[in-house]
């Protein structure tokens, strides 16, 4: 069997705790690998390891910082399907799927690139007689980033590339259900020139991300993850003196109005809905159909339902992989198997699919439930697997109510050929991320991604420029050089005025 070690200081270093967790092939069900789990010693040698390296690559030049990251960024795009081929095998999701979220990856590795445009401060001269006031950024020293199972290449590269460009060292502990694709992308980075110590990869479950929360010399904190954890982390690292943002679960909604390109509608909520399983942050989950197209909606988002193949990551004729986990399977399922006493008519009932010869493996089809209640669970939780509900209201004005009640506030959708509505929407909808005729408005890496609402806890969304202020910290430095010709200013015990 495979074992998963950390990444510190430059090189693996093998779990010291003696506790491994078990990394299984969704679409077997077979444990293939195991990974080190670390005690809160293991997490403190890699922060100090982290905290030495910052000595130097604090105080390193944006010309180093930026060649490394060159350096990556050619790396990266050479091994795009190495890195696919981790995340399929560890998460399950579909080769090509996989290689999207690379690319979504290296966009922020791209942006990181540009650091030399984005960290030139802002200078003022002669505020007063002789004197001029400078505003730059600076580092915050050993920087934590805690992430999920369903990104695990992009997500981690939504934080380290920006974090260490600005100048932070970076201790990242992935997701222990999928591992391996962390440790390649540190290895990537050693590859690239990055000196040992500026990024470690530590393993482990809760004992590890509470060590972290804890440590002294860990400045800052970014997470994603569920609502349930996004705010534990907020709360405790902020308790703990920390800056933090934490991303959270959601519930992304897909308004479609009476006017609006059914087809076009129908299409992009079944990508959008059981793209990745679901278990995407930003998958629409619920589709608000207005007034009397709602029958044809469905029928259409049916019809293209019916026809994707589920099957194993690997096979190039899958649309769609298994969950991650059989536990989450039947979570999942449950909701399938509870939605009609609750309320909803269900349309498709993807629970009890399989593919024949994985019979292990963690196997739902597709579900598609209509007339969802507000108050039913399949509705108010984040259920993270291919199920989608419709919803019905008469008025635009009560989808946007509905759509605005709900906790969360990721990402939202309008479907409508009407500009003014779609306006109108993106002013009134309670969420951080809009799309028009767009049903998954992740935004580019030189704009910044994150909710609003259970959807995120912090001021700060993650990269983009809101990244960069995260990773750096302000600093005014106001200086007089008197003109060699003026006489000495003399005592003045005023406060300092400029008018
Ligand atoms: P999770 O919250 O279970 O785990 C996230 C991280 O937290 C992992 O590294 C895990 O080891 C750690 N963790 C888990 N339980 C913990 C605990 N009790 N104490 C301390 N640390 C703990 O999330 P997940 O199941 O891996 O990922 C799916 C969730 O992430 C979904 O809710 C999804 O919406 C969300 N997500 C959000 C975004 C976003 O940008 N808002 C992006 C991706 C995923």
């Known amino acids: 069997m495979k074992t998963v070690n950390h990444w510190i200081g430059g090189k693996t270093v093998e779990g010291a705790s003696g506790t491994y967790g078990p990394v299984t092939d969704p679409a077997t069900g077979e444990v293939t690998t195991q990974v080190a789990l670390a005690s809160a010693e293991e997490v403190d040698a890699a922060v100090q390891v982290a905290k030495e390296a910052f000595l130097s690559w604090g105080q390193s030049s944006l010309a180093a910082r930026t060649k490394v990251l060159f350096a990556y960024r050619a790396l990266l795009d050479a091994n795009r399907d190495a890195v696919a081929e981790l995340i399929t095998a560890e998460h399950g999701k579909v080769h090509s799927d996989a290689l999207g979220e690379v690319a979504r990856g290296l966009e922020i590795v791209e942006l990181a690139c540009g650091i030399t445009t984005q960290l030139k401060g802002e200078l003022s001269t002669s505020v007063s007689n002789s004197v001029d006031v400078a505003a730059i950024r600076q580092p915050l020293g050993v920087v934590a980033g805690i992430t999920p199972f369903n990104f695990p290449a992009m997500v981690p590269m939504w934080m380290f590339p920006l974090a260490i460009a600005c100048g932070n060292t970076f201790v990242l502990k992935p997701s222990e259900k999928d591992p391996s694709a962390s440790n390649k992308l540190a290895e990537l980075m050693a590859e690239a020139g990055l000196p040992a110590g500026v990024l470690n990869v530590v393993h482990g479950d809760k004992v590890a991300v509470d060590a972290l929360l804890a ?285």
């Not at 419709?390 to 990721?410: C, Q």
């Not at 028009?436 to 806890?457: A, T």
């Not at 990269?463 to 960069?468: A, E, K, L, R």
């Open 215 to 499: 440590h002294p010399d860990v400045a800052a904190v970014s997470f994603v993850g569920s609502t349930p954890i996004a705010r534990h982390i907020h709360t405790t690292a902020s308790a703990n003196g920390k800056r933090v943002q934490a991303l959270g679960g959601a519930k992304n909604h897909m308004l479609v109005l009476p006017d609006a390109d059914l087809d076009a509608a129908a299409d992009a909520a079944v990508s959008a809905a059981y793209g990745s399983a679901g278990e995407r942050c930003m998958a629409i989950s619920a589709v608000v159909a207005v007034g009397s197209i709602a029958d044809t909606l469905v029928d259409k988002i049916r019809e293209r339902a019916e026809k994707i193949k589920v099957g194993p990551g690997n096979d190039p004729t899958s649309e769609m992989g298994p969950l991650i986990t059989a536990a989450h399977r039947d979570k999942v399922a449950s909701y399938v198997k509870g939605a009609a006493a609750q309320g909803a008519d269900v349309v498709l009932d993807g629970t009890g699919y399989t593919v024949e010869g994985k019979e292990n493996g963690h196997w739902i089809g597709l579900s598609l439930l209509d007339n969802v209640r507000t108050d039913s669970d399949a509705y108010r939780d984040e259920i993270f697997g291919p199920v989608l509900c419709v919803l019905r209201t008469e008025t635009y004005e009560e989808g946007v109510a509905l759509i605005n009640a709900s906790p969360f506030g990721n990402g939202t959708a309008i479907f409508t050929r009407d500009g003014g509505a779609a306006r109108r929407f993106q002013l009134e909808i309670q969420a951080g991320m809009v799309g028009v005729n767009v049903p998954i408005p992740v935004p580019v890496g030189y704009h910044s991604f994150g909710g609003w609402k259970d959807s995120l806890f912090g001021d700060h969304h993650i990269y983009g420029n809101d990244g960069i202020h995260f990773y750096t910290r302000g600093k005014v430095v106001t200086t007089r050089w008197p003109d060699p010709s003026d006489a000495p200013a003399g005592v003045d015990l005023g406060f300092p005025r400029n008018h």
